[in-house]
């Protein structure tokens, strides 16, 4: 049995006018970065959960992404950071929300998996339990990022003139990871920032079970990214492991009906990623770019962001 991984930067309204040669490169890199730090888990026969973990670890450590070190900010001027991993055997899973301080907030979800009886835990809830597993803190200066706190400036004077855009780009943001192991066991991870000016305590899709994170053996393993409040209302991740097991759909079938034929039009604009119990790979997206990243067993990497330019590098 082989294995497959496929990872996630989030998906948006991404301007092919506003990506110099530089950004697109930087992009592509960290992508790559992420699909080696999974890949080299998943190649010496290791876990699909663990294979997860590192790629979500290595982009949240890269400030391109929302998530981690690239977290946007609320209307407080605050980072509030939610995550999600589940593992498809037994359907285990660990969720946290609305924390900041841990530098990679996935390992706290992890930690809630593991470490507790819990599936979900909020706040200063979860920043105890962080401490207590001595998982490392970084201080506010590392999570800042020019980038996101000028887009938290430009939505807020958008709002107060009354004409807020619709750039999706701007707004939302998230990473993620879906892997198969060679023991036929399926892992999702989604780690986020959320959404760029949202109220303070607002959680989006990323930790919740079944709307932006999703994995069972029987079925699939999910990482959505996107309009948050639309997939949670969708039940989107969940939905699309439903029409696998009840419908008898292939992934792609069911992941491209939910993210087409569901989701947009209700407005629901985003992509997720999607590895199927036989391995298979499915990206949809409804937006006009999404980053993403995907390898198999033939260590052959595959990056995008647009449709189309897909680059592939040897692992």
């Known amino acids: 049995m082989s294995f497959s991984l496929a990872i996630h930067g989030g998906a948006g309204t991404i301007l092919k006018s506003t990506m110099t040669p530089e950004k697109e490169a930087a992009y592509h890199a960290g992508l790559t970065t992420a699909l080696k730090a999974g890949h080299a888990v998943l190649k010496d026969g290791g876990s699909a959960l663990d294979a997860v973990t590192a790629a979500v670890c290595a982009l949240e450590d890269e400030p391109l992404f929302n998530a981690g070190r690239g977290a946007v900010y609320t209307t407080a001027g605050k980072q509030e950071m939610d995550a999600a991993i589940m593992e498809g055997a037994e359907r285990k899973a660990g969720a946290i929300a609305g924390i900041r301080g841990p530098r990679n907030p996935i390992r706290l979800a992890r930690a809630v998996m593991e470490k507790t009886e819990h599936v979900m835990l909020i706040g200063e809830g979860a920043l105890a339990l962080a401490r207590k597993v001595g998982l490392p803190f970084e201080e506010d200066e590392y999570f800042f990022t020019e980038a996101r706190w000028k887009a938290l400036q430009d939505t807020m004077a958008q709002r107060a003139s009354g004409k807020e855009d619709q750039d999706e780009s701007r ?61 949670i209302r969708y039940a989107a991740a969940y939905d699309i492991a439903a029409r696998m097991r009840y419908l008898g759909e292939s992934l792609e079938t069911a992941a491209d009906h939910v993210v087409m034929k569901v989701l947009q039009p209700v407005g629901g604009s985003g992509g997720l990623i999607a590895v199927g119990k036989d391995g298979s790979i499915s990206l949809p997206f409804n937006s006009s770019g999404m980053y993403r990243g995907w390898v198999a067993g033939d260590s052959i990497a595959h990056t995008g962001i647009y449709r189309e330019d897909v680059r592939t590098v040897s692992l």
């Open 171 to 231: 707004k939302h943001g998230t990473v993620g990871a879906v892997a198969r192991d060679i023991h036929g066991t399926l892992a999702a991870a989604t780690s986020t920032g959320g959404m760029t000016a949202k109220l303070p305590g607002r959680v989006g899709d990323s930790p919740v079970i079944g709307a932006g994170t999703w994995a069972d053996n029987d079925s699939c393993a999910i990482s959505a990214t996107g309009h948050g409040e639309l997939f």
